[in-house]
């Protein structure tokens, strides 16, 4: 049975929403059930801004996500908010560019990659959310690069089309850099 519960945190502007966009879109492309639930404080960039995502091979009962299986943190508030809902056992992926705490739990596997230092030096900082999608489908194995493709040619249509390769190149960039650092 899949039952993968996922919280982005970030702040406005880092791509949380789209994040959990291309993991549900990404699931649903597999055949899987999803929920996709955004929250975003009062300013858009600068702001909080969350994202819960459910992912079964059964119907979600509910988008409402207490206890994540998986947590991708961009910044340290949502370290510091989000640590001690992880289920124990949980996957934790940290923005090590802007994160320099470490988190305080032994009961999880936290992975830090540094986002924002790889973007830049992918010289596209603007597709880092891709990049986060990639390092989370490595990871966790619980969505599929090819998966993630086809969110991408799914989202990017018509005018955005011209985005499409850019953003599969920061998906793959992401996916190698945790398939090499992490021996997956």
């Not at 940290?94 to 830049?120: C, G, W, Y």
Request: glycine fraction near 8%; include cysteine; hydrophobic fraction near 45%.
């Amino acid at each position: 049975m899949i039952n993968e519960k996922l919280i982005v945190a970030g702040f406005g502007g880092q791509g949380v929403l789209m994040i959990g966009k291309m993991v549900a879109l990404s699931a649903m492309e597999n055949g899987m059930e999803v929920s996709w639930l955004p929250a975003y404080g009062s300013e858009m960039r600068g702001g909080t801004a969350t994202c819960s995502v459910s992912v079964s091979d059964e119907p979600v009962d509910s988008p409402m996500i207490l206890k994540p299986t998986s947590l991708i943190v961009m910044n340290l508030p949502s370290l510091l908010k989000f640590e001690d809902r992880l289920a124990a056992g949980g996957i934790m992926i940290i923005n090590s560019s802007l994160v320099h705490q470490e988190p305080t739990r032994t009961d999880i596997k936290a992975f830090k990659i540094p986002f924002n230092d790889l973007a830049m030096e992918a010289g596209n900082e603007r597709g880092m959310n891709m990049l986060v999608a990639g390092v989370y489908a490595a990871i966790t194995e619980k969505i599929s690069l090819q998966n993630l493709y086809d969110a991408v040619d799914h989202t990017f249509v018509d005018a955005k089309a011209k985005f499409a390769q850019g953003n599969k190149e920061m998906i793959k960039c992401g996916y190698d850099y945790a398939t090499k650092s992490f021996k997956m």
